[in-house]
């Protein structure tokens, strides 16, 4: 049963984790997304965000699995071959406009909840992101792993809430709603950015021995990923509130029911999600670089080396999330989505399922 919990629930949680992050985490990519469409099309949107993440979770997987590719360097290598720096170059550009969402996102949080000045919120973040990065792998697993659990169950108190709130003949709409976007294409970019975590965290295809494991857990990982945010776009269609304009449409729900006490708990997951996201980040990049220093007969980096790593990328992302979110997940994350079309899901499609078809 530990096998099968490791095997199968493990990579969806550690997946959700990083994907949660961020602008999901405070519901603004949510509404960027899905809910801006209405509350139908937003559904059929994250369904078919859904079946993108399936597939593309379920390849990766096998790929590492038969290639022993546990790091992105290795995959790519696999997948486009010499060009394998490009997935890097434009990644980076990614991971520093996720880290910029986190600390945008956690900084606003401790803020408005807590009344922190930004400065504390930054050391907070940095600090907490560091010491996971020290010890490494196995503490991130498990730090991940956990925090999914105590996320759903927040997600899950907020979505009763706010039905339990909402009068009995209040239909279901989204205030400031705009359709000018096609729904399932608006659900295929959103899977296209998120894409981009996937091989970061090829290291949990390490423990799959057969296909039937791979592929089952990449479609798990990808229910997992997207039921919350068919909770939160539901949630904000049936609400009322005004959540296509805010920076954080959570507690925007929030103070128009009046949730005190949810407000407490639900600043403290999504400051702790932010965290994850970010070590979980960190931790395949830390992959990454060791693989490298053992192919080319070094030694890997170390604990110190790790947490460097960690407190660089935070450094530069500080700078950037001065832009603020909404411009962030709008403007950037849209742009990134299709540099990962080109440079992943073809070559994914393509390539990776020749080589596959060939291994067997």
Not at 86 to 113: C, G, H, K, N, S
Not at 311 to 328: R, T
Not at 337 to 346: C, D, H, K, P, S
Not at 352 to 359: D, N
């Amino acid at each position: 049963m530990k096998k099968k919990f490791y095997v199968y629930f493990v990579p969806g949680a550690i997946f959700q984790s990083i994907v949660v992050g961020g602008g999901y985490a405070t519901g603004r990519e949510i509404v960027e997304y899905f809910t801006r469409l209405g509350w139908s099309e937003g559904l059929l949107a994250i369904a078919s965000a859904f079946l993108v993440f399936a597939l593309v979770l379920s390849l990766t997987f096998e790929i590492g699995r038969i290639f022993k590719a546990y790091d992105y360097r290795s995959f790519f290598r696999v997948l486009i071959g010499k060009y394998w720096f490009v997935y890097e170059l434009v990644a980076m550009v990614m991971l520093l406009l996720t880290f910029a969402v986190l600390i945008a996102a956690a900084t606003t949080v401790l803020a408005q909840r807590f009344d922190l000045s930004s400065w504390i919120a930054v050391i907070l973040i940095f600090g907490s992101i560091a010491i996971l990065e020290f010890y490494g792998r196995d503490l991130v697993t498990r730090v991940l792993t956990l925090w999914s659990v105590v996320l759903y169950a927040v997600f899950i108190v907020f979505v009763y809430q706010v039905f339990n709130a909402i009068p009995d003949d209040h239909n279901f709409r989204v205030v400031g709603e705009q359709t000018d976007s096609v729904w399932w294409l608006s659900g295929f970019k959103y899977a296209l950015y998120n894409m981009m975590v996937i091989p970061i965290i090829l290291f949990v295809s390490r423990r799959f021995e057969n296909r039937q494991q791979a592929v089952g857990a990449g479609v798990i990982a990808a229910l997992v990923a997207v039921a919350p945010a068919a909770l939160l776009h539901l949630a904000f269609c049936a609400s009322g509130t005004d959540v296509v304009n805010a920076d954080v449409p959570v507690y925007a729900i929030m103070n128009a029911y009046t949730m005190p006490a949810l407000s407490v708990a639900f600043a403290i997951m999504l400051v702790g999600t932010l965290i994850e996201t970010g070590a979980g980040l960190i931790q395949g990049i830390n992959e990454r670089l060791d693989n490298q220093c053992i192919e080319t007969g070094r030694e890997p980096l170390s604990k110190l080396g790790h947490t460097g790593v960690a407190v660089a990328f935070l450094g530069i992302a500080l700078c950037v999330s001065s832009f603020g979110m909404i411009g962030l997940i709008a403007k950037g994350y849209g742009a990134m989505a299709w540099a990962f079309f080109m440079i992943y899901f073809l070559p994914l499609l393509s390539v990776g399922v020749s080589k596959l078809h060939r291994s067997r």
